[in-house]
């Protein structure tokens, strides 16, 4: 039933083309019959819609050739395409006119608007002038640019041409950056003279400087500055180039390079559980595939719709949900530039009224941060265009699940709560698709989709299995969307994901399957946090405050945080050397400055606490368990403490953070 009603939708290549999205939904199929078909035969489920949904250059001869077991992964070989026709041309060509983006600037109502055909000129200008520049497939090139049109546009450009890119987020630091150039070998850096986020401004043009500062990253060549504010900035001859006099040189067509389905698309670096970040590795047809599929049945996304997904396009939901999801399925997608309180705690519900959003796509911290601000700021607004409510990012708490119901979606919007990693390339579980009937419940991504099999097991692999259990969340079988390596380190991506269940993805996380079988993510348990929807390797803050010439060791911690999911807590010893040159609040600020410096004032820990000593194991191994109790508060739970070298240091430590606490509370007072 199900491949008939695919066939049915697409009667050829002119046919699909013209075909409504939503004749391509799982929504209106039998889900069982669906979910059945696509685990059963993932080679023909997948093999089928790649077939159906991607335009080729030249088909491919088969559509899956896996081994988990030996972590490799391979989609749709033999077959050649172009990502950027894909998401671009198909539409330009049929409705040039149609809105690709809508640009949500800093300031409301500061908006621009980009047609499906004005995007295609400039993906194709700016592809041939980084060609013009030497660029070439297979090169990488480095993004650190705000939210806008233009980045966009610079993504799909190295597409075109067959360059890799790695966006980094523009709230890195010059060091984060640079560390991430060096890593991937960039050949160019795209930026913009400054960035804009909640009336401040973001030197971006002099933190790329600072990054290539002293020949630090011998491989770029090339530097590419959008004008955001117009602010003068220092070129340097002949290593910048204002990007929009170099696409002005250009003509507007491009040629389109013809791409392996398994070349990389791009790099996208994020935290594991060691200090250094890992370049996410994603390839051509199989990432653009499952990015548009889930996209599409996940959000009910229809023709005509306007998808607003929030996040930063420096973050993977940017890039599968503001640029390859949305433009993958034809739609119009609203790239935000802003943050949700700016200019107050309405942002978000202002701009749904005014630009008719149809779904939007945030994450748990700002949802929890506008319910403090109180109800106001959204029921002044008229919401009446919004179908869909989705988050990502980190557990959505029930009471945010039911505010988000209730008080934004006036109890008729369907709250789709999805998880998933920058590793799977594309949402796993998600309330939607459902068998029919099937009510989202709170606090759940609940469901897998299509072609997903996740499962839980015990430390030692073997699988749980029954409902109303916990365990380890690993996906058995493999996906078009996961990642295919890290960049320049496979045994690393063999030891992460693949190695610690032999057979199976782990994800690192864990999870609840409850007694209807639905699924419920319960954090991390790796030394991965996740702090404000950023994930962060709990190693790099480490080795950040370790670079402080005061600080002797450093060991990083979450503790639940009521808005932002969980906060930095970070214990420090002092070396025996340490002389004070100032007060205590003094070192504290210089060690927050240095992470800062280091990765960016995300990262930044909310509580600092200098302690003699750390608990250590005989065999010097840290006892992170008890420095997560402590910094939960749960001082009288602290369990077997009879293991460490030195059991007093805990007492020592307990007390310190009883003191901080009470200091902590003393200033908040003071303030309010
Ligand atoms: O711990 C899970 C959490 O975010 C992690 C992945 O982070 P990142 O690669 O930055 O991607 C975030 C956006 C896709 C996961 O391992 N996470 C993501 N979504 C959820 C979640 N935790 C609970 N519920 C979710 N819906």
Redesign the pocket.
């Known amino acids: 039933m199900f491949r008939r009603s695919l066939t049915l939708a697409g009667r050829g290549l002119a046919a699909s083309r013209s075909r409504t999205l939503s004749s391509l939904s799982f929504l209106s199929e039998d889900h069982a019959k669906v979910y059945d078909h696509s685990t059963n035969d993932p080679e023909r489920f997948w093999g089928d819609l790649a077939r159906e949904r991607i335009d080729w250059h030249q088909p491919f001869n088969t559509a899956m050739n896996c081994d988990m077991n030996a972590g490799k992964i391979r989609w749709f070989e033999g077959g050649k395409l172009n990502v950027c026709e894909n998401v671009v041309d198909r539409h330009a060509r049929l409705d040039p006119n149609r809105i690709a983006f809508i640009w949500e600037k800093d300031e409301p109502g500061d908006v621009e608007r980009v047609s499906y055909g004005d995007l295609l000129e400039s993906a194709c200008r700016i592809g041939n002038a980084l060609r013009a520049r030497g660029i070439q497939r297979g090169d990488r090139v480095a993004i650190y640019m705000p939210v806008s049109p233009l980045a966009a546009a610079s993504m799909l450009a190295c597409a075109r041409i067959g360059a890799v890119h790695s966006v980094v987020f523009a709230g890195f630091s010059a060091e984060a950056l640079r560390n991430r150039i060096r890593d991937a070998e960039a050949k160019a850096v795209i930026t913009a003279d400054e960035g804009v986020r909640g009336g401040k401004r973001i030197p971006l043009k002099s933190i790329v400087d600072a990054a290539l500062d002293d020949g630090a990253c011998p491989t770029v060549g090339d530097v590419f500055v959008m004008t955001r504010t117009g602010s003068d900035v220092k070129m340097m001859h002949p290593r910048d180039v204002k990007l929009e006099e170099a696409m002005s040189e250009q003509p507007p067509t491009c040629p389109a390079e013809s791409m392996d389905s398994e070349d990389l698309l791009y790099l996208l670096y ?1 935290s594991g559980s060691t200090g250094r970040p890992k370049g996410i590795a994603h390839t051509q047809a199989g990432y653009l595939l499952y990015t548009g599929v889930t996209h599409q049945n996940a959000f009910d996304v229809r023709s005509g719709d306007i998808f607003a997904c929030v996040a930063d396009i420096g ?3 940017g890039h599968s949900h503001a640029l390859y999801g949305p433009l993958f399925n034809g739609v119009t997608s609203v790239l935000f530039e802003s943050v949700p309180t700016y200019p107050n705690p309405g942002r978000y519900w202002e701009m749904v009224q005014r630009l008719r959003v149809t779904q939007i796509y945030t994450a748990p911290t700002a949802l929890r941060l506008l319910i403090k601000s109180g109800d106001s700021h959204v029921r002044k607004y008229d919401r009446s265009s919004l179908r869909i409510l989705g ?6 708490n029930v009471e945010a699940w039911h505010w988000y119901h209730t008080v934004v979606g006036e109890r008729r919007c369907t709250v789709v ?7 799977t390339g594309g949402i796993m579980l998600s309330p939607r698709p459902a068998p029919t009937g099937t009510q989202p419940k709170p606090g759940f ?1 609940m469901l897998p989709f299509p072609g997903i099999r996740p499962l839980l097991v015990d430390s030692n692999g073997a699988e749980i299995v029954g409902n109303d259990v916990s365990g380890l969340l690993c996906i058995r079988g493999a996906w078009p969307g996961m990642a295919r390596t890290i960049y320049g380190d496979h045994e690393r991506f063999l030891n992460t994901y693949f190695r610690p269940y032999p057979g199976l993805y782990f ?3 864990g999870a609840y399957r409850d007694v209807d079988g639905h699924y419920r ?1 319960t ?2 348990v790796d030394d991965v946090i ?1 702090v404000k929807g950023h ?1 962060l390797g709990t190693a790099e803050v480490e080795s950040a405050l370790d670079e402080h010439p005061d600080v002797a060791e450093a060991a990083v911690v979450g503790f639940p945080h009521e808005v932002y999911g969980e906060g930095i807590y970070a214990y420090v010893i002092l070396k025996d050397t340490f002389a004070p040159a100032g007060t205590m609040d003094d070192i504290v600020k210089s060690m927050k400055g240095i992470v800062k410096s280091k990765i960016g004032s995300f990262a930044v820990p909310e509580i600092v606490l200098v302690t003699p000593g750390l608990p250590k194991t005989r065999s010097g191994k840290i006892m992170r368990r008890i420095l997560r109790k402590v910094a939960a508060n749960q001082t009288d739970d602290l369990g077997d403490v009879s293991t460490l070298a030195d059991p007093a240091v805990v007492e020592e430590i307990k007390s310190r953070h009883v003191e901080l606490m009470k200091e902590r509370e003393y200033a908040y007072g003071r303030k309010e």
């Open positions: 994020t973050w993977i939901t988050c990502v990012g980190e557990p959505l709560d999805t998880w998933w990693q920058t590793e991504p994800t690192g996380d993510i954090g991390r996740n994930r």
